[in-house]
């Protein structure tokens, strides 16, 4: 059975600081997305990692997959206040195509 | 692009009743996925369909619990009889299968008294 865990869950921080969520997955699988999650609304995807050695970046986040280890991480850079959200990774089973979520990281940016 | 669209947004139902949950996946997207999200469990996939057929059941947690999808565009997820412990978000998610992300619809919430 594919676990996804990740951590930490919950994380408070200062802006201007740096940080980094981890994802670990039990079984094997070359595709794995991150998402965001704002307060009583949907998911919205962040990226798409695709391959060992992925990474990917958008403004302040940026996203790296190493198959072999079974990791994603997902890294912010020198954190702002709108960046507050729950973050989820979310893995992909090779051989079903099935999806599966990690318990998400509270990510809470004090201004 | 409309995006998946769920209904309804809110269902408040007592225990005991039938309580049908909708989804319109995204045009031409041949995944679609039924997930359960709570505080306690985080994001549960319940069930997903390749090209309108169920692959994977395993996460449905009881019999009271059944999903259909008869068409391309069409999905339903029922729960009979409704329990408090069903009170949850449910969300429905399509992707092009093979490498795309889920799309993700808005959610239904349910409340059970």
């Known amino acids: 059975e594919l676990k996804v865990e990740q951590n930490p869950l919950f994380l408070s921080m200062q802006e201007g600081k740096n940080y980094t969520i981890y994802c670990n997955y039990s079984?094997?699988?070359?595709?794995l997305y991150w998402y965001r999650q704002d307060p009583g609304k949907s998911l919205e995807s962040l990226f798409v990692?695709?391959?060992?050695?992925a990474v990917k970046q958008e403004g302040r986040l940026m996203a790296s997959l190493d198959t072999k280890a079974r990791l994603s991480t997902l890294h912010i850079t020198a954190a702002v206040h709108d960046l507050s959200a729950t973050y989820f990774c979310?893995?992909?089973?090779?051989?079903?195509?099935?999806?599966?979520f990690g318990k998400g990281t509270r990510l809470h940016i004090l201004p | 692009d409309a995006g998946v669209i769920q209904s309804p947004r809110h269902e408040v139902t007592e225990m005991g009743q039938e309580v049908t949950l909708r989804c319109k996946p995204i045009s031409g997207h041949n995944s679609l996925f039924w997930y359960r999200q709570t505080m306690m469990r985080g994001l549960e996939l319940l069930i997903y369909f390749n090209n309108n057929v169920p692959i994977d059941d395993s996460g449905m947690p009881e019999d009271r619990f059944s999903a259909k999808m008869p068409n391309a565009s069409f999905s339903t997820l029922k729960i009979q009889p409704s329990e408090p412990r069903d009170s949850a978000v449910y969300f429905c998610?399509?992707?092009?299968?093979?490498?795309?992300?889920?799309?993700f619809g808005n959610g239904t919430r349910l409340t059970v008294t």
């Open positions: 990692l695709l391959s060992n050695g």
């Open positions: 079984t094997t699988s070359d595709r």
């Open positions: 998610a399509s992707s092009l299968s093979g490498g795309s992300p889920l799309h």
């Open positions: 979310a893995v992909v089973l090779n051989r079903d195509d099935k999806i599966i």
